[in-house]
């Protein structure tokens, strides 16, 4: 029960946050709600730190490396994600930032020399398919200067900064690098690149007091960030990191529906083969080869009987 719990809450609670950065967008600039939103999770991350006893102590090489992983995790890819949300639906840009999981294993094929099974290969192509059939309007009639088109690329711009930050969590992992620690330090360098940045581009400080704005901040801060990664690494040492990767194939899920009940987001039929080939391809990538043989064995007399009462 209690691993059902925290998966549910991983699931439900990143899934929600793409909803949440809606009500960001508006007359706040997005990098100081960035701001706002790194700020106070890392306060509360090195509070929990505190209570853990997680030893926060590292080399100046180690700092380096956490200053990366703030500025492309906690600061690149959000300011791209967030302008991507001011062209895009939440579903439309959550999905598009699913897309993560196949850069992940492209660039540690890259900069880690780690093998790539054929069917990562096959799950990659099927993801780019799924976001060439959402966006296919435009594709079709070669606008690629619409909004959407403009959505996507900032969407895809952050999502390969996340993807770079990833690998410099990777290494921070080979070195037995604590993830709380490296989070808090993380997140921290990332609020005051975010500073930096509001300081000297001349962006106007602003804070929204309406519910809507103060609450999505609170959701966003405490439970997107602190709590989630709390129930993600929990779950991670529970079930395995097999597992736990299929949280990102489901929050998709999530968003979609939050975005469809809240947003109006519409279904067209190559919404509905986009999103049905990216989730596919996600899975491929995702789906232990073992579990995958099993699979392909159990479809396979389903398929001979299905053609039998055909």
Not at 103 to 121: E, Q, T
Not at 192 to 207: A, D, P, T
Request: hydrophobic share 55%; net charge positive.
């Amino acid at each position: 029960m209690q691993v059902f719990f925290l998966y549910a809450a991983t699931v439900a609670i990143w899934g929600s946050t793409w909803l949440a950065i809606e009500f960001q967008l508006g007359d706040v600039p997005s990098q100081v709600s960035l701001f706002y939103r790194f700020a106070l999770a890392a306060v509360l991350m090195w509070v929990l730190c505190a209570v853990r006893k997680t030893p926060l102590r590292f080399s100046r090489q180690n700092h380096l490396f956490f200053a990366l992983q703030g500025i492309a995790i906690f600061c690149l890819n959000y300011v791209f994600l967030y302008w991507s949300q001011t062209y895009l639906t939440s579903a439309m840009a959550c999905i598009a930032f699913s897309t993560l999981m196949i850069m992940n294993i492209v660039n540690a094929r890259i900069i880690f020399g780690n093998r790539v099974a054929n069917r990562i290969y096959v799950g990659a192509a099927l993801g780019i398919l799924g976001i060439i059939s959402l966006f296919w309007d435009d594709v079709k009639a070669l606008d690629f200067t619409s909004e959407a088109m403009t959505g996507l690329g900032l969407a895809l711009v952050g999502t390969f900064s996340a993807s770079m930050g990833n690998m410099v969590t990777v290494r921070n992992g080979k070195q037995k690098i604590n993830v709380f620690a490296s989070n808090t330090w993380g997140m921290s360098y990332g609020a005051v690149f975010l500073l930096l940045y509001v300081l000297f581009s001349g962006v106007e400080w602003k804070f929204d007091t309406s519910p809507a704005y103060v609450l999505s901040l609170l959701h966003l801060s405490v439970l997107g960030t602190v709590v989630g990664f709390a129930c993600y690494f929990a779950l991670f040492n529970r079930i395995g990191p097999e597992k736990t990767s299929y949280a990102n194939v489901l929050f998709p899920v999530v968003a979609v529906i939050l975005s469809t009940l809240y947003e109006g987001f519409q279904w067209h039929q190559n919404t509905l083969i986009g999103f049905a080939l990216v989730m596919c391809g996600n899975l491929l990538v995702l789906m232990p080869s073992k579990q995958l043989v099993k699979l392909t064995r159990w479809l396979k007399p389903t398929a001979a009987k299905s053609a039998e009462l055909g």
